[in-house]
Protein backbone atom coordinates (compact mmCIF):
# COMPACT_ATOMS: atom_id res chain seq x y z
CA UNK A 1 0.00 0.00 0.00
CA UNK A 2 2.78 2.22 0.63
CA UNK A 3 4.80 1.48 -2.14
CA UNK A 4 1.78 2.36 -4.70
CA UNK A 5 1.34 5.67 -2.72
CA UNK A 6 4.71 6.29 -3.06
CA UNK A 7 4.32 5.48 -7.16
CA UNK A 8 1.00 7.89 -7.14
CA UNK A 9 3.00 10.56 -5.21
CA UNK A 10 6.11 10.16 -7.92
CA UNK A 11 3.43 10.04 -10.82
CA UNK A 12 2.20 13.01 -9.38
CA UNK A 13 5.33 14.49 -8.87
CA UNK A 14 6.42 13.97 -12.95
CA UNK A 15 3.14 14.85 -13.97
CA UNK A 16 3.12 18.16 -12.64
CA UNK A 17 6.90 18.71 -13.69
CA UNK A 18 5.83 17.66 -16.87
CA UNK A 19 3.35 20.33 -16.83
CA UNK A 20 5.87 22.95 -15.75
CA UNK A 21 7.90 22.25 -18.43
CA UNK A 22 5.17 22.97 -20.97
CA UNK A 23 4.16 25.87 -19.30
CA UNK A 24 7.86 27.06 -19.03
CA UNK A 25 7.84 26.39 -23.17
CA UNK A 26 4.84 27.90 -24.09
CA UNK A 27 6.02 31.18 -21.93
CA UNK A 28 8.97 31.30 -23.66
CA UNK A 29 7.41 30.76 -27.44
CA UNK A 30 5.36 33.59 -26.91
CA UNK A 31 8.44 35.79 -25.69
CA UNK A 32 9.92 34.75 -29.34
CA UNK A 33 7.08 35.13 -31.24
CA UNK A 34 5.87 38.36 -29.88
CA UNK A 35 9.23 39.51 -30.50
CA UNK A 36 8.80 43.13 -32.71
CA UNK A 37 12.47 43.31 -34.24
CA UNK A 38 12.84 39.80 -35.30
CA UNK A 39 11.61 38.26 -39.10
CA UNK A 40 9.74 35.55 -38.85
CA UNK A 41 12.44 33.08 -40.09
CA UNK A 42 13.92 34.76 -36.76
CA UNK A 43 11.05 33.42 -34.75
CA UNK A 44 10.79 30.12 -36.42
CA UNK A 45 14.44 29.26 -35.63
CA UNK A 46 14.10 30.16 -32.02
CA UNK A 47 11.01 28.51 -31.51
CA UNK A 48 12.40 25.30 -33.03
CA UNK A 49 15.64 25.80 -30.75
CA UNK A 50 13.11 25.78 -27.56
CA UNK A 51 10.74 23.15 -28.55
CA UNK A 52 12.78 20.02 -27.55
CA UNK A 53 13.23 21.15 -24.30
CA UNK A 54 9.79 20.95 -23.34
CA UNK A 55 9.66 17.21 -24.71
CA UNK A 56 9.69 14.17 -22.01
CA UNK A 57 13.44 13.36 -23.37
CA UNK A 58 14.71 17.06 -24.26
CA UNK A 59 18.82 15.47 -24.39
CA UNK A 60 17.55 13.71 -27.50
CA UNK A 61 14.66 15.26 -28.58
CA UNK A 62 14.76 17.34 -31.99
CA UNK A 63 12.04 19.50 -33.99
CA UNK A 64 11.40 20.65 -37.08
CA UNK A 65 8.87 23.25 -38.55
CA UNK A 66 8.56 23.36 -41.96
CA UNK A 67 6.34 26.88 -43.05
CA UNK A 68 5.75 27.91 -46.68
CA UNK A 69 8.22 25.33 -47.77
CA UNK A 70 11.04 26.58 -45.83
CA UNK A 71 12.41 24.44 -43.11
CA UNK A 72 13.91 25.15 -39.67
CA UNK A 73 14.98 22.68 -38.01
CA UNK A 74 16.62 22.57 -34.27
CA UNK A 75 20.64 21.68 -33.74
CA UNK A 76 21.96 18.51 -35.04
CA UNK A 77 18.60 17.69 -36.62
CA UNK A 78 18.71 13.90 -38.18
CA UNK A 79 15.58 12.05 -39.73
CA UNK A 80 12.98 11.18 -37.03
CA UNK A 81 11.75 7.87 -36.36
CA UNK A 82 9.16 8.82 -34.15
CA UNK A 83 7.42 11.51 -34.38
CA UNK A 84 4.64 14.03 -33.10
CA UNK A 85 3.05 16.66 -35.94
CA UNK A 86 0.49 19.63 -35.80
CA UNK A 87 -0.03 21.27 -39.05
CA UNK A 88 -0.13 25.18 -39.33
CA UNK A 89 -3.27 26.74 -40.23
CA UNK A 90 -3.40 30.42 -40.84
CA UNK A 91 -6.48 31.40 -42.26
CA UNK A 92 -7.67 28.25 -43.04
CA UNK A 93 -5.22 27.34 -44.97
CA UNK A 94 -2.67 24.68 -44.04
CA UNK A 95 0.68 26.63 -44.05
CA UNK A 96 3.17 24.42 -42.91
CA UNK A 97 3.56 21.63 -39.84
CA UNK A 98 5.33 21.67 -36.69
CA UNK A 99 7.38 18.59 -35.48
CA UNK A 100 8.87 17.08 -32.72
CA UNK A 101 10.19 13.66 -32.27
CA UNK A 102 13.58 10.95 -32.05
CA UNK A 103 15.69 8.94 -33.39
CA UNK A 104 14.77 5.19 -32.62
CA UNK A 105 18.21 4.63 -32.28
CA UNK A 106 18.36 7.14 -29.06
CA UNK A 107 15.55 6.43 -27.21
CA UNK A 108 15.85 4.45 -24.24
CA UNK A 109 14.79 0.34 -24.32
CA UNK A 110 11.58 1.18 -22.61
CA UNK A 111 10.13 3.83 -23.80
CA UNK A 112 7.98 1.98 -26.59
CA UNK A 113 5.81 5.09 -26.51
CA UNK A 114 7.74 7.92 -26.14
CA UNK A 115 4.98 10.86 -26.40
CA UNK A 116 2.52 11.71 -23.48
CA UNK A 117 -0.52 13.19 -23.75
CA UNK A 118 0.10 16.56 -22.71
CA UNK A 119 2.84 16.90 -25.52
CA UNK A 120 0.17 16.05 -28.19
CA UNK A 121 -1.88 18.92 -26.73
CA UNK A 122 1.24 21.57 -26.22
CA UNK A 123 2.28 20.80 -29.93
CA UNK A 124 -1.19 21.65 -31.08
CA UNK A 125 -1.13 24.79 -28.76
CA UNK A 126 2.12 25.65 -30.04
CA UNK A 127 1.42 25.52 -34.05
CA UNK A 128 -1.54 27.77 -33.17
CA UNK A 129 0.43 29.98 -31.17
CA UNK A 130 2.62 30.25 -34.51
CA UNK A 131 -0.01 30.47 -37.02
CA UNK A 132 -1.53 33.72 -35.00
CA UNK A 133 1.78 35.22 -34.94
CA UNK A 134 2.43 34.76 -38.38
CA UNK A 135 -1.13 35.75 -39.67
CA UNK A 136 -0.14 39.21 -37.06
CA UNK A 137 3.00 39.79 -38.50
CA UNK A 138 1.60 39.58 -42.22
CA UNK A 139 -1.34 41.76 -41.49
CA UNK A 140 0.72 44.44 -39.85
CA UNK A 141 3.16 43.88 -43.09
CA UNK A 142 0.62 44.73 -45.34
CA UNK A 143 -0.63 47.59 -43.19
CA UNK A 144 3.13 49.41 -43.42
CA UNK A 145 2.63 48.83 -46.92
CA UNK A 146 -0.62 50.65 -47.32
CA UNK A 147 0.37 53.27 -45.59
CA UNK A 148 3.56 53.83 -47.35
CA UNK A 149 1.49 53.46 -51.05
CA UNK A 150 -1.39 56.26 -49.18
CA UNK A 151 1.81 58.42 -48.44
CA UNK A 152 3.28 57.80 -51.88
CA UNK A 153 -0.05 58.52 -53.43
CA UNK A 154 -0.13 61.64 -51.33
CA UNK A 155 3.11 63.23 -52.01
CA UNK A 156 2.11 62.78 -56.32
CA UNK A 157 -0.86 64.59 -55.65
CA UNK A 158 0.52 67.36 -54.32
CA UNK A 159 3.45 67.55 -56.52
CA UNK A 160 0.54 67.26 -59.04
CA UNK A 161 -1.45 69.83 -58.11
CA UNK A 162 1.55 72.33 -57.79
CA UNK A 163 2.98 71.22 -61.31
CA UNK A 164 -0.50 71.88 -62.65
CA UNK A 165 -0.33 75.38 -61.12
CA UNK A 166 2.95 76.25 -62.79
CA UNK A 167 1.81 74.62 -66.37
CA UNK A 168 -1.26 76.87 -65.98
CA UNK A 169 0.50 79.95 -65.22
CA UNK A 170 3.03 79.33 -68.23
CA UNK A 171 0.84 78.49 -70.95
CA UNK A 172 0.31 82.12 -71.58
CA UNK A 173 3.88 83.15 -71.67
CA UNK A 174 4.73 80.22 -73.65
CA UNK A 175 1.99 81.11 -76.36
CA UNK A 176 3.21 84.06 -76.46
CA UNK A 177 6.83 83.44 -77.24
CA UNK A 178 5.67 80.46 -79.78
CA UNK A 179 3.39 83.35 -81.77
CA UNK A 180 5.84 86.23 -81.81
CA UNK A 181 9.08 83.84 -82.67
CA UNK A 182 6.86 82.76 -85.84
CA UNK A 183 5.45 86.10 -86.42
CA UNK A 184 9.20 87.37 -86.83
CA UNK A 185 10.11 84.02 -89.05
CA UNK A 186 7.79 85.77 -91.58
CA UNK A 187 9.30 89.06 -91.51
CA UNK A 188 11.53 89.39 -94.75
CA UNK A 189 14.90 89.69 -95.60
CA UNK A 190 15.93 88.13 -92.05
CA UNK A 191 19.11 87.37 -92.14
CA UNK A 192 20.08 83.01 -92.35
CA UNK A 193 21.58 83.47 -88.41
CA UNK A 194 18.69 85.37 -87.28
CA UNK A 195 16.16 82.56 -88.73
CA UNK A 196 18.16 79.85 -87.23
CA UNK A 197 18.22 81.29 -83.65
CA UNK A 198 14.34 81.65 -84.06
CA UNK A 199 13.88 78.40 -85.07
CA UNK A 200 15.58 77.69 -82.29
CA UNK A 201 12.92 79.27 -80.06
CA UNK A 202 10.16 78.02 -82.04
CA UNK A 203 11.33 74.39 -81.33
CA UNK A 204 12.16 74.99 -77.81
CA UNK A 205 9.08 76.24 -76.91
CA UNK A 206 7.04 73.62 -78.47
CA UNK A 207 8.73 70.95 -76.28
CA UNK A 208 7.93 73.23 -73.05
CA UNK A 209 4.39 73.51 -74.90
CA UNK A 210 4.52 69.63 -74.58
CA UNK A 211 5.83 69.30 -71.20
CA UNK A 212 2.68 71.63 -69.47
CA UNK A 213 0.30 69.41 -71.54
CA UNK A 214 2.15 66.47 -70.28
CA UNK A 215 1.92 68.33 -66.82
CA UNK A 216 -1.40 68.73 -67.17
CA UNK A 217 -2.42 65.43 -68.09
CA UNK A 218 -0.26 64.29 -64.62
CA UNK A 219 -2.42 66.38 -62.75
CA UNK A 220 -5.53 64.99 -64.36
CA UNK A 221 -6.71 68.40 -65.62
CA UNK A 222 -7.81 67.06 -68.19
CA UNK A 223 -10.57 64.25 -67.33
CA UNK A 224 -10.79 61.39 -69.24
CA UNK A 225 -14.06 61.17 -71.90
CA UNK A 226 -14.42 57.52 -71.16
CA UNK A 227 -16.69 55.20 -73.40
CA UNK A 228 -16.51 51.97 -74.15
CA UNK A 229 -13.89 50.66 -76.23
CA UNK A 230 -11.77 47.69 -77.04
CA UNK A 231 -8.16 47.79 -76.17
CA UNK A 232 -6.55 45.83 -78.83
CA UNK A 233 -7.49 48.27 -82.04
CA UNK A 234 -5.42 51.25 -79.22
CA UNK A 235 -3.34 49.20 -79.04
CA UNK A 236 -2.34 48.33 -82.55
CA UNK A 237 -2.62 52.06 -83.32
CA UNK A 238 -0.14 53.23 -80.71
CA UNK A 239 2.26 50.42 -81.95
CA UNK A 240 1.75 51.58 -85.85
CA UNK A 241 3.14 55.36 -84.78
CA UNK A 242 6.22 53.93 -82.96
CA UNK A 243 7.03 51.38 -85.52
CA UNK A 244 7.07 53.95 -88.27
CA UNK A 245 8.69 56.54 -86.19
CA UNK A 246 11.20 54.06 -84.48
CA UNK A 247 14.40 54.19 -85.97
CA UNK A 248 16.05 51.35 -84.00
CA UNK A 249 16.55 48.04 -86.46
CA UNK A 250 17.87 46.08 -83.47
CA UNK A 251 14.45 46.25 -81.50
CA UNK A 252 11.96 43.06 -82.17
CA UNK A 253 8.32 44.44 -81.49
CA UNK A 254 6.00 41.77 -80.73
CA UNK A 255 2.04 41.61 -80.04
CA UNK A 256 0.66 39.37 -78.30
CA UNK A 257 -3.01 40.40 -78.26
CA UNK A 258 -5.78 38.05 -77.17
CA UNK A 259 -8.88 37.52 -79.12
CA UNK A 260 -11.38 37.64 -76.95
CA UNK A 261 -11.01 41.02 -74.90
CA UNK A 262 -13.98 42.37 -73.04
CA UNK A 263 -14.53 46.42 -73.38
CA UNK A 264 -13.12 48.85 -71.28
CA UNK A 265 -14.84 52.26 -69.86
CA UNK A 266 -11.92 54.42 -70.96
CA UNK A 267 -10.80 57.54 -72.68
CA UNK A 268 -8.92 56.20 -76.22
CA UNK A 269 -6.81 59.16 -76.38
CA UNK A 270 -5.40 58.60 -72.70
CA UNK A 271 -4.94 54.85 -72.74
CA UNK A 272 -3.01 55.33 -76.21
CA UNK A 273 -1.05 57.59 -74.29
CA UNK A 274 -0.23 55.24 -72.03
CA UNK A 275 0.77 52.43 -74.08
CA UNK A 276 3.45 55.24 -76.33
CA UNK A 277 4.61 55.81 -73.07
CA UNK A 278 5.45 52.54 -71.53
CA UNK A 279 6.85 51.55 -75.32
CA UNK A 280 8.76 54.07 -75.49
CA UNK A 281 10.52 53.44 -72.53
CA UNK A 282 10.82 50.02 -73.34
CA UNK A 283 12.54 50.73 -76.32
CA UNK A 284 14.82 53.03 -74.33
CA UNK A 285 15.56 50.31 -71.70
CA UNK A 286 17.06 48.13 -74.59
CA UNK A 287 20.75 49.16 -75.16
CA UNK A 288 20.79 47.51 -79.26
CA UNK A 289 18.95 44.44 -79.77
CA UNK A 290 16.25 43.14 -78.09
CA UNK A 291 12.57 43.18 -77.76
CA UNK A 292 9.41 44.52 -76.53
CA UNK A 293 6.34 43.17 -76.42
CA UNK A 294 3.20 44.46 -75.50
CA UNK A 295 0.44 41.96 -74.74
CA UNK A 296 -3.06 41.74 -73.76
CA UNK A 297 -5.06 39.51 -71.54
CA UNK A 298 -8.15 39.22 -69.53
CA UNK A 299 -9.60 36.72 -66.62
CA UNK A 300 -13.08 38.63 -67.76
CA UNK A 301 -13.66 40.70 -64.95
CA UNK A 302 -9.88 42.50 -65.86
CA UNK A 303 -8.24 43.49 -68.72
CA UNK A 304 -4.44 43.57 -68.22
CA UNK A 305 -2.11 45.24 -70.84
CA UNK A 306 1.20 44.32 -70.08
CA UNK A 307 4.59 45.87 -71.79
CA UNK A 308 7.90 43.60 -71.16
CA UNK A 309 10.93 44.88 -72.56
CA UNK A 310 14.52 42.69 -72.27
CA UNK A 311 16.81 46.03 -71.45
CA UNK A 312 18.27 47.19 -68.46
CA UNK A 313 15.81 46.60 -65.84
CA UNK A 314 15.63 48.89 -62.43
CA UNK A 315 16.98 48.02 -58.97
CA UNK A 316 14.09 48.07 -56.01
CA UNK A 317 15.20 51.68 -54.92
CA UNK A 318 14.86 53.14 -58.28
CA UNK A 319 11.54 51.58 -58.96
CA UNK A 320 10.03 53.63 -55.84
CA UNK A 321 10.84 57.00 -57.97
CA UNK A 322 10.05 56.43 -61.32
CA UNK A 323 6.50 57.38 -60.91
CA UNK A 324 7.46 60.73 -59.11
CA UNK A 325 7.58 63.84 -61.47
CA UNK A 326 10.73 64.85 -63.18
CA UNK A 327 12.82 61.76 -62.09
CA UNK A 328 14.58 61.03 -65.04
CA UNK A 329 17.75 58.83 -65.88
CA UNK A 330 18.09 59.70 -69.30
CA UNK A 331 19.71 62.77 -70.84
CA UNK A 332 18.19 66.59 -71.79
CA UNK A 333 16.44 65.79 -74.92
CA UNK A 334 15.49 62.22 -74.31
CA UNK A 335 13.62 62.20 -71.07
CA UNK A 336 11.44 65.00 -68.61
CA UNK A 337 10.55 62.39 -66.08
CA UNK A 338 7.04 63.25 -66.87
CA UNK A 339 6.27 59.75 -69.05
CA UNK A 340 5.74 57.46 -66.09
CA UNK A 341 3.78 60.21 -63.81
CA UNK A 342 1.42 60.53 -66.81
CA UNK A 343 0.70 57.05 -67.03
CA UNK A 344 0.09 56.78 -63.07
CA UNK A 345 -2.53 60.02 -63.84
CA UNK A 346 -4.10 58.55 -66.73
CA UNK A 347 -4.45 55.26 -64.97
CA UNK A 348 -5.60 56.26 -61.69
CA UNK A 349 -8.20 58.15 -63.41
CA UNK A 350 -9.77 55.15 -64.84
CA UNK A 351 -9.75 53.15 -61.43
CA UNK A 352 -6.78 50.60 -62.53
CA UNK A 353 -3.98 49.66 -61.61
CA UNK A 354 -0.26 49.21 -62.30
CA UNK A 355 2.43 46.56 -61.30
CA UNK A 356 6.17 46.35 -62.44
CA UNK A 357 8.34 43.77 -62.30
CA UNK A 358 12.19 44.59 -63.05
CA UNK A 359 15.23 42.85 -63.28
CA UNK A 360 18.48 44.03 -63.57
CA UNK A 361 20.26 43.44 -66.65
CA UNK A 362 16.89 41.03 -67.59
CA UNK A 363 14.07 43.66 -68.40
CA UNK A 364 11.24 44.99 -67.37
CA UNK A 365 7.66 44.22 -67.48
CA UNK A 366 4.75 46.62 -66.61
CA UNK A 367 1.00 45.70 -65.82
CA UNK A 368 -2.07 47.54 -66.24
CA UNK A 369 -4.98 46.75 -65.34
CA UNK A 370 -8.33 48.12 -66.11
CA UNK A 371 -11.87 46.84 -64.96
CA UNK A 372 -13.98 45.19 -67.85
CA UNK A 373 -17.05 46.84 -68.65
CA UNK A 374 -20.24 45.86 -67.04
CA UNK A 375 -21.83 43.66 -69.00
CA UNK A 376 -19.16 43.90 -71.47
CA UNK A 377 -19.14 43.01 -74.87
CA UNK A 378 -16.53 40.90 -76.22
CA UNK A 379 -14.04 42.40 -78.77
CA UNK A 380 -14.57 40.31 -82.17
CA UNK A 381 -11.00 38.25 -83.25
CA UNK A 382 -9.51 40.49 -85.79
CA UNK A 383 -10.52 43.80 -84.74
P1 LIG B 1 11.56 59.61 -68.82
O1 LIG B 1 11.37 58.42 -69.68
O2 LIG B 1 11.26 60.88 -69.54
O3 LIG B 1 12.85 59.65 -68.09
P2 LIG B 1 9.53 58.42 -67.20
O4 LIG B 1 8.68 59.01 -66.12
O5 LIG B 1 8.82 57.81 -68.33
O6 LIG B 1 10.45 59.60 -67.69
O7 LIG B 1 10.52 57.37 -66.59
C1 LIG B 1 11.29 57.69 -65.44
C2 LIG B 1 12.51 56.82 -65.35
O8 LIG B 1 12.12 55.48 -65.10
C3 LIG B 1 13.33 56.74 -66.63
O9 LIG B 1 14.23 57.82 -66.75
C4 LIG B 1 14.04 55.39 -66.46
O10 LIG B 1 15.19 55.55 -65.66
C5 LIG B 1 13.05 54.56 -65.67
N1 LIG B 1 12.31 53.63 -66.55
C6 LIG B 1 11.06 53.77 -67.02
N2 LIG B 1 10.70 52.71 -67.77
C7 LIG B 1 11.75 51.86 -67.78
C8 LIG B 1 12.01 50.57 -68.37
N3 LIG B 1 11.10 49.95 -69.15
N4 LIG B 1 13.22 49.99 -68.13
C9 LIG B 1 14.13 50.60 -67.36
N5 LIG B 1 13.96 51.81 -66.77
C10 LIG B 1 12.79 52.44 -66.98
Known amino acids: MAHSRKEKINTTEQALRERMKELDCLYEMVDILVNPNASVAERMAGVVERLPRAWQFPEIAI ?31 TRGVIEVGYRSADLPEQANNPFLDEERKL ?5 HQIAVHVQRHEIELRQKELEAQVQHADRLATIGQLASGVAHEMNDPLSGILGFAQLALKAPNIPPTVEEDLNEIVAASLRAREIVKKLLLFARQTPPQKSRVAL ?63 QTETDDSEVMLTVTDTGCGMRAEMIEKIFTPFFTTKDVGEGTGLGLSVVHGIVTAHGGTIDIDSEVDRGTRFTVRFAASNNSEHERPGI
Open 232 to 294: NPIVEDALFLLEAGCDRPGIKWVRELCDNLPTIDADPVQVRQVIVNLAVNAMQAVARDGTVTV
Open 123 to 127: IENIA
Open 63 to 93: ARITLDDIVYQSANFVDIDYSQGADIVIDGH
